[in-house]
């Protein structure tokens, strides 16, 4: 199984001071949502780790959250895309959990949902806390230019590289799709397999 795991805020939508705490202030990245269509139609299976720390202090309730995803899901429809499901931690950093990112104990939980070695599914997201719950959980780590990763200097983003080593920096969700497909097709064509999986004539 080919798997993506995605930040939601400011990685796919606009992120907010005060929090993403309805539909209507849900609001998707330029291309982001034909990012994860890409990724789709290329075979990869994409879901969402997030903190979602706003349950927890009461900013948004169990509806908002799921009525959020109901209008993302309805948009990538329009653009021949899904997210497979949406992980979420509610905790505020005072509830000391598991699974509050940078921890990685959501990355873990879907490693055991969908029976996948971690090694093998990249991690998408704008923050430190991001790139540092994937590599806790042993993920590849992509840091896109959007959301908070749109404020870092290139000081900023060095003293993060440092932080996380290994991880590749994308523009945005759309170059990263454009990387990952580009670079299994290279892969595919070292192998000798077509994009179908079926192999090339001799």
Same mark, same amino acid.
């Given at each position: 199984?080919?798997?993506? #795991? ?5 990685? #796919?939508?606009?992120? @907010? ?8 202030? $849900? /609001? ?15 075979? $990869? ?54 699974? @509050? ?8 939980? #879907? *490693?055991? +949902? ?10 998408? *997201? ?11 959980? *042993? ?24 932080? /996380? ?13 454009? $990387? #990952? ?7 595919? *064509? ?9 192999? +090339?004539?001799?």
């Amino acid at each position: 199984m080919k798997l993506i #795991i995605l930040d939601r805020d400011g990685t #796919i939508n606009e992120e @907010r001071d005060d929090y993403v705490k309805s539909p209507e202030e $849900w /609001v998707p990245l330029p291309g982001s949502l034909e990012a994860i269509a890409r990724l789709n139609h290329a075979g $990869w299976h994409t879901v969402i780790a997030t903190n979602q720390s706003g349950l927890g202090r009461g900013l948004f309730d169990m509806a908002s959250i799921n009525a959020m995803h109901v209008k993302m899901n309805q948009m990538l429809a329009k653009q021949g895309g899904r997210i497979d499901a949406v992980f979420f931690c509610p905790h505020t950093p005072e509830d000391q959990c598991e699974c @509050r990112k940078p921890l990685p104990g959501l990355m873990q939980l #879907i *490693g055991e +949902r969908y029976g996948v070695e971690l090694q093998d599914v990249p991690l998408v *997201g704008d923050s430190l806390r991001d790139l540092q719950a994937g590599a806790a959980a *042993g993920c590849p780590t992509h840091l896109v230019g959007t959301g908070k990763g749109a404020t870092l200097d290139a000081a900023k983003l060095a003293a993060v590289l440092k932080l /996380v080593p290994g991880t590749q920096v994308h523009a945005d969700l759309g170059a990263f799709a454009d $990387w #990952i497909i580009q670079n299994e097709r290279k892969l595919r *064509g070292a192998s000798g397999e077509t994009d179908s999986g079926f192999d +090339r004539l001799s």
